[in-house]
């Protein structure tokens, strides 16, 4: 089957660096695609990655390793609103979207 | 990026009645758009994809004689709750990808459904 593995909740400080990995499997893999959603709020799109390697962007890089079935999102210099939840996701050889369930990012003063 | 748009924003309703919900890509063509639910705290659901000019694809379980999904032009696809019940009650979001099956899927800001 497809699965999509990230964790449930994590916690980091204002001014920080957080890492939220995603490991997965799935039948093919056509590109691996991060999105923050707000609470209340529709999903936005933060990042695509489909060769190995980092992309940056901003405070925030992603980061794909196709051999690992791997991927994460580091988010630099923290701010209040990044608190969300990070949803993983992968095109499958379908260039359908398998979903991860989120991880609840709460940051702290 | 891309925008979406998804009209209305809110809709509260009387179980039994029919709801429809417009998704519209602003400034891009969408070959395919896409229609999730997502209930409190738990993750997206997709219901059903659909390619403009065809009939849409619905994920198992999902009864497409209650959803029905409508993707008549580049820019436009509609979802239609039938017979709306309180369990129906959650967010609905949409999803539009444009030419590409690579190109990245821009989602629409969400209807809460409310059904009473």
């Known amino acids: 089957g497809q699965n999509i593995d990230q964790p449930t909740e994590m916690t980091a400080t204002e001014g920080a660096i957080v890492q939220i990995n995603c490991t997965y499997q799935?039948?093919?893999?056509?590109?691996l695609f991060w999105y923050q959603q707000h609470a209340g709020e529709a999903p936005t799109f933060l990042s695509y990655n489909v060769l190995d390697g980092l992309e940056e962007k901003g405070r925030f890089s992603s980061f794909l390793s196709r051999s690992k079935g791997y991927s994460y999102l580091l988010l630099k210099e923290l701010q209040m609103k990044d608190s969300a939840s990070y949803l993983c996701a992968v095109q499958d050889s379908n260039y359908q979207l398998i979903w991860g369930a989120g991880t609840k990012l709460i940051i702290k003063p | 990026g891309a925008v979406v748009s998804q009209h209305p924003s809110w809709v509260i309703c009387k179980s039994g009645t029919s709801v429809k919900i417009e998704c519209r890509s602003l400034d891009f063509q969408a070959t395919t758009m896409f229609w999730y639910r997502q209930f409190p705290k738990q993750s997206l659901m997709l219901m059903a994809t659909s390619n403009e000019g065809s009939k849409a694809t619905y994920e198992q379980g999902v009864e497409k004689d209650k959803f029905l999904i409508n993707h008549a032009s580049l820019t436009l696809s509609t979802l239609t709750v039938t017979s709306a019940h309180p369990e129906d009650s959650s967010f609905y979001i949409c999803?539009?990808?444009?030419?590409?099956?690579?190109?990245?899927?821009?989602f629409g800001p969400g209807t809460r459904l409310l059904v009473l």
């Open positions: 999803s539009a990808r444009g030419g590409g099956q690579t190109e990245t899927q821009y």
């Open positions: 799935t039948s093919g893999f056509n590109g």
